[in-house]
């Protein structure tokens, strides 16, 4: 029989590599610009934006196709209608899609989160366990030596 001495919680621990929070980590590798994408995404990824496009893009149309001739800049059917037709995806959808991914983000940040408060609990708790391990490991190589003594 071998004899494998288990590695003390003292070992185990200079072998661990400490625990890091990914979003503290990430957060601090983001670049200005990186920040600036960010920031772009989260405020145009809003409610709010996809409304102030909705009221310009009416207003633009209702100017163009309603206000008296002399006052009209792009008048109707000119590229009124183009704008309408071509940029009616983009205006719409571009501003719904951003508020889908803000809240996927939103979503997955607080999973990480979860995620790394459960897997600190974890540790602390497995640190625990093999601390009793260890205490057991010695009370049994006490019993053994006394009873290789008798």
């Not at 920040?35 to 995404?41: D, E, F, N, V």
């Not at 260890?134 to 003594?149: R, S, T």
């Amino acid at each position: 029989m071998e004899n494998h001495k288990p590695k003390t919680l003292k070992e185990l621990k200079a072998l661990r590599k400490p625990i890091r929070n990914a979003n503290i980590i990430a957060k601090q590798k983001l670049s200005l610009l990186d920040k600036l994408a960010l920031w772009i995404t989260k405020n145009v990824g809003t409610m709010g934006f996809f409304f102030v496009i909705f009221i310009w893009t009416t207003g633009w149309l209702g100017w163009n196709s309603l206000a008296p001739k002399e006052v009209r800049f792009d008048p109707f059917p000119a590229f009124v209608l183009w704008l309408f037709i071509s940029n009616m995806i983009q205006i719409f959808l571009m501003p719904l899609i951003m508020i889908g991914q803000n809240l996927q983000s939103d979503h997955a940040e607080v999973r990480a989160e979860a995620d790394f408060e459960v897997n600190t609990k974890a540790e602390r708790e497995i640190e625990t366990i093999l601390m009793h391990l260890e205490n057991q490991n010695e009370i049994i190589m006490e019993i053994l030596k006394k009873m290789e003594k008798k």
